[in-house]
Nanobody, 120 residues
């Protein structure tokens, strides 16, 4: 089992910034991917950004150039720096961790979510 604890959400005005953090604990595999997804009211959960243990990143087109994902492997922590926030970024942001075990089983875990609200 892997536990994920998120922090850093809140209310910000358009154009503002927030930084989300997510700490993973438990049965962590050294080869893994962590990332952030978000879900706005009435919409499906969507990918925001992911980062592998080696530092390879992937971003949704809607956040490229505004959001930066990073991680500290020693602390099992992933960050999401969000700049130039827009009202359409308002959503619950979920941390995700996944790996493939040594017996080839895909395992994924989710945090409890943190609310990000961007006022117009």
């Amino acid at each position: 089992q892997v536990q994920l604890v998120e922090s850093g959400g809140g209310l910000v005005q358009t154009g503002g910034s927030l930084r989300l953090s997510c700490v993973a604990s438990g049965s962590i595999f050294s080869i893994n991917t962590m990332g952030w997804y978000r879900q706005a009211p009435g919409k499906q959960r969507e990918l925001v950004a992911t980062i592998t243990d080696g530092g390879t990143t992937n971003y949704a087109d809607s956040v490229k150039g505004r959001f930066t994902i990073s991680r500290d492997n020693a602390k099992n922590t992933v960050y999401l720096q969000m700049n130039s926030l827009k009202p359409e970024d308002t959503a619950v942001y979920y941390c995700n961790y996944h790996h493939v075990t040594t017996w080839s089983e895909f395992q994924a875990y989710w945090g409890q979510g943190t609310q990000v609200t961007v006022s117009a």
